[in-house]
């Protein structure tokens, strides 16, 4: 135990967490960088190239954070790279429109085509607050309902039941939100179509929209039965409910046009981020022109931003659809996947380590319960002290997972099959030592 942490060296990160804890919340920018849920201090990065994350003491790791998602070609891919600093070079903001915003938005419309017109934000958590906007302008409702257990971003209507880093600190609703303002987003079971049913109907004439993440990623990966998202098209129809589909994590992840290609199911709005901006702060949403022609100018509905469509980002999103439309490569992610998953499987099996492997793609969870994991209410069943053993082991020996057991695993192009024999050979002892 003694030998193998004194293989990783933490000295520099350490200094350089006490000065950020001086400076920042907890030391960081967002959450779970902390690794509060894993009970050690975060290495501090300061480069990545690849399937390779290395820190300030001088280790590398194998990363299947991948920036929570966004690095789908492994870190800082060259021709994506060179296209950023051409960009750079004429300018890094105008506020005005380019040709660029014109080129990148006519290639999300081709690979979302029921996005009919889109407008670029910054983030995903922007992307969802402007189309709920939206969605209660167009029905002239208040109410929305939520999934519980997904994240939506850190938008107020959005932080009640929230997955990710409100799932890993455990907590419940935010202070800062007004009850009045929260009352107003109901929230149902994942995967429940009963309840679901219910709720609709309860509360038919108030729902503005149903927004739901198509595949899970937030509460850990959690995939959706066949009826669920079909029950929620029908349902949402007949009620005359927008549908959104956040599709920040699995919009060009789990297919080049989400998980509404990879299912078949057409919503009204879409949310859109990580991948999109290939690495650099983008979000999107969009969908029918009917909603979206309410948008300003267009329209009534307020949402405008500084640096929305920037050169940079923009450049960095197109460079990399351009290259995810490579074919046969979301057919490798899904391999890999399939490769990992069953590796771990195996691991685990050997270790006498009861666990749950849910995966879509290249997407996929390690849930410490003997499952199944279908909504919030089974991820939460996790021995959450387990799987942070289990992270502590891999961590120590170059394997740097999500700091939560409540987040996925992401492959990237990047991750070769050697990659993955040296993850699955990490898990052996990882497991064992999951045990305590
Ligand atoms: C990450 C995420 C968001 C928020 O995106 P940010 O860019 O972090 O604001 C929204 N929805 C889902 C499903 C996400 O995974």
Redesign the pocket.
């Known amino acids: 135990m003694l030998q193998s942490r004194a293989l990783m060296k933490t000295t520099a990160s350490k200094k350089l967490f006490e000065a950020a804890q001086k400076l920042m919340p907890g030391g960081v920018n967002s959450p779970v960088r902390a690794f509060k849920a894993v009970g050690i201090q975060p290495p501090f990065i300061t480069r990545a190239k690849g399937a390779r994350l290395y820190d300030a003491d001088g280790n590398a790791f194998v990363d299947y954070v991948m920036s929570?998602?966004p690095m789908i070609l492994g870190h800082a891919p060259a021709p994506v790279i060179k296209a950023i600093a051409r960009a750079a070079a004429r300018g890094t903001s105008y506020g005005a429109p380019t040709a660029l915003e014109v080129t990148l938005a006519k290639m999300i419309v081709e690979a979302f085509p029921s996005m009919e017109r889109i407008r670029l934000v910054s983030?995903?958590?922007?992307a969802?607050m402007s189309a709920i906007r939206v969605a209660r302008a167009y029905t002239g409702r208040d109410a929305i309902l939520k999934f519980d257990g997904?994240?939506?971003?850190?938008a107020d209507s959005m932080l009640v039941k929230a997955g990710?880093g409100v799932a890993t600190l455990g907590i419940p609703d935010s202070p800062g939100i007004p009850a009045d303002l929260a009352r107003h987003t109901l929230t149902a079971p994942y995967n429940d179509v009963g309840s679901l049913e219910r709720l609709l109907e309860a509360h038919r004439g108030n729902l503005a929209c149903v927004i739901v993440?198509p595949v899970a990623?937030?509460m850990g990966v959690v995939p959706p039965r066949p009826e669920f998202l079909s029950r929620l098209r029908q349902l949402t129809n007949h009620y005359g409910i927008v549908l959104i589909f956040?599709e920040?994590?699995t919009g060009f992840r789990v297919d080049y046009g989400g998980a509404q290609s990879r299912y078949g199911i057409v919503p009204d709005l879409t949310?859109l981020?990580?991948i999109i901006g290939g690495g650099l702060?983008v979000?999107v949403y969009g969908g029918l022109h009917k909603i979206m022609r309410l948008i300003a100018p267009e329209g009534p509905v307020y949402q405008a931003g500084t640096l929305s469509g920037n050169p940079l980002a923009v450049t960095a999103g197109i460079e990399t659809l351009k290259l995810l439309k490579k074919p046969g490569l979301y057919r490798q992610l899904e391999e890999r996947g399939r490769l990992l998953s069953h590796g771990l499987t195996e691991a685990a099996r050997e270790a006498g380590v009861a666990v749950t492997f849910n995966r879509v793609g290249s997407m996929m969870t390690t849930f410490f319960t003997p499952g199944p994991v279908t909504d919030y209410a089974s991820a939460k069943k996790s021995d959450t002290e387990a799987y942070a053993r289990f992270f502590r082991s891999m961590l120590e020996q170059g394997v740097y997972l999500a700091p939560s057991q409540f987040e996925g695993v992401f492959l990237s192009t990047s991750h070769t099959t050697a990659d993955i024999a040296k993850t699955v050979k990490a898990a052996r002892t990882a497991f064992k030592k999951s045990k305590g």
């Open positions: 929570w998602g983030s995903g958590t922007e969802v997904c994240y939506h971003g850190h990710s993440e990623g937030n956040d920040v994590i949310c981020g990580k702060p979000g």
